[in-house]
Structures are given as structure tokens and as C-alpha cells.
């Protein structure tokens, strides 16, 4: 039986406005006590691509971003477009080249250099714009030390570090070595730590000051490999980690995101006004 309704929702999966759940788990500083260590805990996924090509267990790509802070003052992704440099974009001449995005923040670096690293405002853009790398790995997360909500879940671990991506990488190489530690069925943990680091920034300055930097220190394995039901051939199909991470910008998706975050606009220049009227001066006849 229907039901009749009277109003517009502002969220509908339907017309498209529904705001999609991120499947990034943020890891946090772990809630050590008395000295013994809490660890997050996953069990590392590997399933071929879900009707795509992809033929390797991570996702690794270049994005630009356009980040905004939203109505409660927190910072929130406003856009973003995958970047042609990313290796199984399919392109079509020169990707480092022909990103718009790219060359912007590239010029925006020169203009910092030229100024002998004192133009705040290039710096910001050349942040702000450059390509960032992201390392994505789909993981079934057993247990949470922060937030026991995202136990039994999956989720993916972002790695925004080429290097710190790149050492987890060797240490998942030479774990399968020893033993497997993919899926479900007969396979060990990862298990990963968080702490924070105090760090000195402009040291010996009149600003100097210090902060905590929050660093991934430790990655292990698990030494007991078990089963986990819960990681069926179903749950992985219903994990849209393809649609929402192996995914392509076209080049008029690239240059829509430099239109409208970065190109200077001209709409408020009105050309209905006449024309100014260039005459040659005359010509000096010169006396024989």
C-alpha cells in the first residue's frame, strides 16, 4: 500500500542528493593504558576487481581536492578529481602535462621559489591544489580500540604517505611469506598502531612552538592465523570498493573542477558598452 507524502526530502538515494557513508576509517592515536599497548586489528581483503580490470589488491592513485568547511566548522571534501598521472587512468597524450590542475599548483611553486619562499599566498595554493597520493586497502576491521562501532565492518585504510604506503606494502610481501593474511579463511591479523609525537617546529625562532604529530609506528601480524565467517564472497560483492575508489576523471571532468575552483572569472564584465574607436594618425608628408 503507498503512502502519500507532502514534502520534498533533501537526501534521496533516488534523485541522486543522498550523501554516500565514507568507508574510510580514520585511525586515531590508540588509548594506551599502563603501559600496554591497544592495537587497531583488520583482516587485509584481496578479491579481483568487482567488474573492472583492477588486478592488484590496493588502489593507488593521484586526486586534487577542494576542501570547504561546513555548516557545524568542520572541513569536508567540496570536490574532487582523479589525476591523469594516476598509472591506470587511461590517457591520451602527456598526463603530467595536460592536467590543468597540475600546471596551476607547478605555477604556483615557481612563483613561491621566485620569491625566495616568502609568498604566503602561492604557498597555499601550491598546497592546496598540488596532487595528493592515496594508498587505499580494503580491509574487514576485527576490532577498533576507539570506536567499537566499526568492529565487524568494511571499511578501507587510507595511506596519504607515498613512503609509509610503500613500507606497509614490503611488509605485507614478506608476511605472505610466512603465512597467508588475506581473507577470510585460515589467515592472520594486521594490526596496526597509533601514537603521537611531539614535535618542534621553527626551532630557535621567536615562533617556535610544539605539537603532536599523530604517526603510524607500528605495523605487525598476528602469529595465530583463524577463520572469519563473517568475510563471504556476498559481504565483499555488497563492498562497493571499486565504484568508489577505481574510478576515472575525464578530461572535461579535470577541467570543470579548474573552472570552477581555480580559473579567474570574467561574468562580471558587461560588453554591451560602444566600442572605442583606434584611428591611424595621419601621415607626415615629407618635403622633397
Known amino acids: 500500500m503507498c503512502t502519500f507524502l507532502n514534502t520534498l526530502p533533501k537526501k534521496s538515494k533516488t534523485a ?3 550523501k554516500r557513508k565514507s568507508l574510510v576509517l580514520s585511525i586515531k592515536p590508540c588509548p594506551d593504558q599502563n603501559g600496554e599497548k591497544t592495537w587497531y586489528r583488520f583482516r587485509l581483503l584481496n578479491f579481483a576487481g568487482q567488474g573492472t580490470d583492477r588486478d592488484y589488491p590496493f588502489i593507488e592513485r593521484y586526486i586534487h581536492q577542494k576542501w570547504r568547511v561546513n555548516e557545524k566548522g568542520y572541513p569536508e571534501i567540496e570536490d574532487e578529481v582523479v589525476c591523469p598521472v594516476t598509472k591506470w587512468v587511461e590517457w591520451e ?5 595536460s592536467c ?3 600546471r596551476y599548483a607547478n605555477q604556483q611553486f615557481v ?3 621566485e620569491s625566495n619562499w616568502k609568498d604566503a599566498d602561492a604557498r597555499r595554493k601550491n598546497r592546496d591544489f598540488s596532487r595528493k ?3 587505499i586497502v580494503p580491509v574487514y576491521v576485527v576490532s577498533d580500540p576507539n570506536y567499537e562501532g566499526n568492529n565487524g565492518k568494511f571499511k578501507v585504510i587510507m595511506f596519504g604517505d607515498k613512503k609509509q604506503y610503500d613500507a606497509f606494502v ?3 610481501e614478506a608476511q605472505l611469506l610466512k603465512a597467508n593474511c588475506f581473507n577470510g579463511v585460515n589467515a592472520v591479523d594486521c594490526c596496526i598502531h597509533m ?3 611531539p614535535e618542534v617546529r621553527n626551532e630557535g625562532q621567536p615562533n617556535e612552538y610544539v605539537y603532536k604529530n599523530k604517526v603510524i609506528d607500528k605495523i605487525l601480524f598476528a602469529n595465530k592465523p583463524k577463520d572469519l565467517p ?5 559481504a565483499v560483492d555488497n563492498f562497493p570498493f571499486d565504484a568508489t575508489y577505481y574510478t576515472s576523471s575525464t578530461p572535461e571532468e579535470i577541467q570543470a573542477f579548474y573552472n570552477k575552483h581555480i580559473k579567474v572569472s570574467n561574468d562580471d564584465i558587461v560588453d554591451d558598452e560602444d566600442e572605442v574607436k583606434v584611428f591611424d594618425s595621419p601621415k607626415v608628408e615629407k618635403k622633397p
Open 100 to 102: 590543468p590542475v597540475c
Open 93 to 97: 597524450g602527456n598526463r603530467y602535462e
Open 170 to 172: 614490503k611488509k605485507v
Open 230 to 234: 563473517a568475510i563471504t564472497k556476498q
Open 111 to 113: 612563483t613561491l621559489k
Open 195 to 197: 601514537s603521537e609525537v
Open 16 to 18: 541522486g542528493t543522498a
Open 133 to 135: 597520493f592515496q594508498g
